[in-house]
Antibody, heavy 121, light 106 residues
Framework: QVQLQESGPGLVKPSQTLSLTCTVS??????????WSWVRQPAGQGLEWIGR???????DYNPSLRGRVALSLDTSKSQVSLKLTSVTAADTAVYFC?????????????WGQGTLVTVSS | DIQMTQSPSTLSASVGDRVTITCRAS??????LAWYQQKPGKAPKLLIY???TLESGVPSRFSGSESGTEFTLTISSLQPDDFATYYC????????FGRGTKVEVK
């Protein structure tokens, strides 16, 4: 059973960088048929895809965030990392990591529990 | 980007009701559509992928269908555990989600 666990600071100051880590167990992040994404959800609102990283290390980002976001893999630790720069209050949200299996054919089949990040001074 | 227009935003129903939620894509997405269920404070749960394929372990009262760019999630007989918010998501291009449908107790 695949398990994903997000971790990182719950409070980030405006203009600083938000950094989160997703630790994966029960699956290999080196599996080329799995893609690793981050999705966020502001309180009471819908879901927004942030981006994905492939086993090769290549990435794909939401155009609305491109330029501020960077995803990476650490295969030795089985971790997927998110960095979002120049944050504002609009970046306050619950951040989920999620897996797309089957080379992206199956939607997001596994999710972390989510972690709340608040941007405030 | 591809916009997903989901309706209704809220749906009031009773246990045993047949429930239908619709999503319309702003352009063709083939059958690259998934449906999720989300309960308060929890992560979304995949119900259906490729428009009509039931995820393993999901009850058969859930079904999905498509007609062109219009997609439908049907719950054949609503159960107490089904009161939640449902989202559609296209993955023909970079993923985008509908705004959600909250299924509440009538």
């Amino acid at each position: 059973q695949v398990q994903l666990q997000e971790s990182g600071p719950g409070l980030v100051k405006p203009s600083q960088t938000l950094s989160l880590t997703c630790t994966v167990s029960g699956a290999s992040i080196s599996d080329v048929s799995s893609y690793w994404s981050w999705v966020r959800q502001p309180a009471g609102q819908g879901l927004e895809w942030i981006g994905r990283v492939f086993a090769t290390g290549s990435t794909d980002y939401n155009p609305s965030l491109r330029g501020r976001v960077a995803l990476s893999l650490d295969t030795s630790k089985s971790q997927v990392s998110l960095k979002l720069t120049s944050v504002t209050a609009a970046d306050t949200a619950v951040y989920f990591c999620a897996r797309e299996a089957g080379s992206g054919d199956y939607g997001f089949d596994s999710w972390g529990q989510g972690t709340l990040v608040t941007v405030s001074s | 980007d591809i916009q997903m227009t989901q309706s209704p935003s809220t749906l009031s129903a009773s246990v045993g009701d047949r429930v239908t939620i619709t999503c319309r894509a702003s352009q063709s997405i083939s059958d690259w559509l998934a449906w999720y269920q989300q309960k308060p404070g929890k992560a979304p749960k995949l119900l259906i992928y490729k428009a009509s394929t039931l995820e393993s372990g999901v009850p058969s009262r859930f079904s999905g269908s498509e007609s062109g760019t219009e997609f439908t999630l049907t719950i054949s007989s609503l159960q107490p555990d089904d009161f939640a918010t449902y989202y559609c998501q296209q993955y023909n291009t970079y993923p985008t989600f509908g705004r959600g449908t909250k299924v509440e107790v009538k």
